[in-house]
C-alpha cells in the first residue's frame, strides 16, 4: 500500500514515483508511463531537459486516471532561469504536458538567475498555477540561503541520494528547514554493483526481497520520496513492491555503512560540471 508524505503547505506527495529521466524516445516514454501508472504508480517525474514532456502528457491523457489521483512534477532548465523566462518556461511545460496545473515545479539546477525564476514560481503558486514547489541538487549552503531569503519557502529538494551517497548531514539540514527530501537515482545508477550487492542481497534474502527493493526500502524508511526509473514493466512492479516488509535497524545500520561520502555520479562544486551544465541547451 503506497505511503505519503505531508508536504510543509499540507499537499501529500506519493512516498514513491516513476522517473522519465534518459528517456527520450517519445513511443518508448510513453509505453514506459502508461505501464507505470498500470502498475500503481502515480507520482510522475519529468524535466524540460529530458526532451519527454510531450510523451508524458499523452500517456497521463489516455490514462484515465483521476488528475486528482495524480502527482505530476517537471522542471526548470537553467537556460530558463529568471523571473519573465521562469514564467514562459512553466506555460510551455504545461501544454506540452496538456494539463491546467502543475503537483510540483522544481528549480532542476541552482545556476544561472534562480532567485529571479524562484520569484515567479512563488507567484504561480500563489495563483494556483502549482500545488508545491521546489528544488534539485540544491546541496546545504545553496539550499540554507534560499530557505532564509525567499518570502516562501522551497517544500521538495531532489538530489542524489542512495545508499553509496547517503547524504545524511543534508537530510538532517532539510528536514530542519521543513524541506521534503526527494532522491534521484535511488538505484546509484547501477553502479557498485547495487543489483547484486552482497550486504543489500543478504538483507533482502531475510525478507525474500531483492537488492533493489531493499535500496528503495531503506530510502523510504528514511523519510525520502524515490523515483526509479525503468523502461521494463516486471522491474517496475519490483520496485513498486516495497510496502510489504520493514528493515530493522540493524539493517539500517549496515546498509548506512555503505556510504562513501561522495557522489561517483556528478560532482556539483566542480567548475567543468558548471561549464557543462551551462552549455546543455534546451532551445535556441
Known amino acids: 500500500m503506497m505511503e505519503y508524505v505531508t508536504l510543509s503547505n499540507g499537499v501529500k506527495m506519493p ?5 522519465v529521466f534518459q528517456v527520450p524516445e517519445a513511443a518508448v516514454c510513453e509505453q514506459a ?3 507505470a501508472l498500470s502498475v500503481g504508480y502515480r507520482l510522475i517525474d519529468t524535466a524540460t531537459a529530458y526532451f519527454n514532456e510531450e510523451a508524458v502528457g499523452v500517456a497521463v491523457a489516455k490514462s484515465g486516471i483521476p488528475r486528482e489521483e495524480l502527482f505530476i512534477t ?10 519573465e523566462s521562469a514564467k514562459k518556461a512553466f ?3 504545461m501544454e506540452k504536458l496538456g494539463l491546467d496545473y502543475l503537483d510540483l515545479y522544481l528549480i532542476h539546477q541552482p545556476m544561472n538567475d534562480y532567485y529571479g525564476a524562484w520569484r515567479a514560481m512563488e507567484e504561480l503558486y500563489e495563483a494556483g498555477k502549482i500545488r508545491a514547489i521546489g528544488v534539485c541538487n540544491f546541496y546545504p549552503d545553496r539550499l540554507t540561503d534560499l530557505c532564509l531569503n525567499a518570502r516562501i519557502a522551497p517544500m521538495v529538494n531532489q538530489v542524489e541520494l542512495h545508499p553509496f551517497f547517503a547524504q ?3 537530510i ?7 524541506v521534503q527530501p526527494e532522491a534521484w537515482g535511488p538505484m546509484a545508477e547501477g553502479k557498485h554493483g547495487i543489483f547484486t550487492h552482497p550486504v543489500l542481497t543478504e538483507i533482502g ?3 525474500g526481497k531483492t537488492a533493489a527493493q531493499v535500496a528503495l526500502r531503506w530510502n523510504a524508511q528514511r523519510g525520502v520520496v524515490i523515483i526509479p526509473k525503468s523502461t521494463h514493466k516486471e522491474r517496475m512492479e519490483e520496485n513498486f513492491n516495497i510496502w510489504d516488509f520493514t528493515l530493522s535497524d540493524e539493517d539500517m545500520a549496515a546498509i548506512a555503512g555503505l556510504d562513501l561520502g561522495h557522489s561517483e555520479i556528478i560532482d556539483h562544486s566542480a567548475a567543468e560540471t558548471a561549464r557543462f551544465l551551462n552549455g546543455w541547451k534546451i532551445h535556441d
Open 168 to 170: 545524511t548531514g543534508a
Open 33 to 35: 508511463v502508461r505501464d
Open 91 to 93: 506555460e510551455t511545460s
Open 74 to 83: 517537471t522542471k526548470l532548465w537553467i537556460q530558463d532561469a529568471g523571473y
Open 15 to 19: 512516498l514513491e514515483g516513476f522517473g
Open 205 to 207: 534474502q531475510k525478507y
Open 172 to 178: 538532517k539540514n532539510m528536514k530542519s528547514l521543513h
